[in-house]
């Protein structure tokens, strides 16, 4: 079964209903962080509210307390100390090369100060989550309503959402600065504010 996580912007594989995210699903495609939409195989992952917040993503090197100890420049007293904090949050629970999944990094960081999680940033552990963008043939459902919609040029870097089965313009167009970078805060202004589910990413 293929798995689509529009969050996360790649394609993956689930395998023995273990999905990209290592939650098991059920026939119910359900989990017990994130909703799935399904069509024939293919599974539609929406992130949850608490994914949407989440700032940050794994960055070119994996977490694990041996490789965050390695990076330690050895004379700097406060790099130890963050050090110190994080082995001991770890220690137990993951083997010195073991591999520390994202989220328990994050929940350890929320009661940290800034300059730990720009440690981490810093050595490569995490980078910022880019920006959510759309582009015109991204492919929406809106809530409540069978139909689908696509975003479509209109005219000159002006775009609008089109109901597939009628091909009306869901509201007015709307001026955006790229056709296929659209803003989350250009998106409220095509959708008038309506919630709308991207089901389709344009390739």
């Given at each position: 079964?293929?798995l689509?996580?529009d969050?996360?912007q790649?394609?993956?594989i689930?395998?023995?209903?273990?999905?990209?995210h290592?939650n098991?699903?059920?026939k119910?495609?359900m989990?017990s962080?994130h909703?799935?939409?399904?069509?024939?195989?293919e599974?539609?992952?929406?992130?949850?509210k608490e994914?949407?917040?989440?700032?940050y993503?794994?960055g070119?090197?994996?977490?694990?307390?041996?490789?965050?100890?390695d990076?330690l420049?050895?004379?700097c007293?406060e790099a130890?100390?963050?050090y110190?904090?994080f082995d001991s949050?770890?220690n137990?629970?993951s083997?010195?090369t073991?591999?520390?999944?994202?989220?328990?990094?994050?929940?350890?960081?929320k009661?940290?100060?800034q300059k730990?999680?720009?440690?981490?940033?810093e050595?490569?552990?995490l980078a910022?989550?880019?920006?959510?963008?759309?582009s015109i043939g991204?492919?929406?459902?809106k809530?409540?309503v069978?139909n689908?919609?696509?975003l479509g040029?209109i005219?000159?870097?002006?775009?609008a959402?089109?109901?597939?089965?009628?091909?009306?313009m869901?509201s007015?167009?709307t001026?955006?600065?790229?056709?296929?970078?659209i803003t989350?805060?250009?998106?409220?202004?095509?959708?008038?504010?309506?919630?709308?589910?991207?089901?389709?990413?344009r390739?």
């Open positions: 079964m293929k689509i996580c969050h996360v790649e394609e993956c689930v395998v023995d209903n273990v999905c990209y290592g098991k699903h059920d119910s495609f989990c962080s909703t799935y939409l399904c069509g024939g195989n599974v539609i992952c929406k992130p949850t994914d949407e917040q989440m700032e993503v794994l070119k090197n994996l977490i694990s307390r041996k490789s965050v100890y990076t420049p050895k004379n007293k130890l100390e963050i110190e904090d949050q770890f137990l629970s083997r010195f073991g591999i520390i999944p994202l989220k328990l990094v994050i929940d350890f960081l009661n940290r100060p730990v999680t720009d440690w981490f940033v050595k490569g552990f910022k989550k880019p920006e959510k963008t759309y991204d492919r929406f459902m809530e409540g069978l689908e919609y696509i040029v005219d000159f870097n002006t775009v959402l089109i109901n597939l089965t009628t091909g009306s869901f007015s167009s001026k955006v600065g790229t056709i296929e970078r989350e805060k250009e998106l409220l202004k095509i959708t008038a504010n309506d919630k709308f589910t991207r089901i389709h990413k390739k």
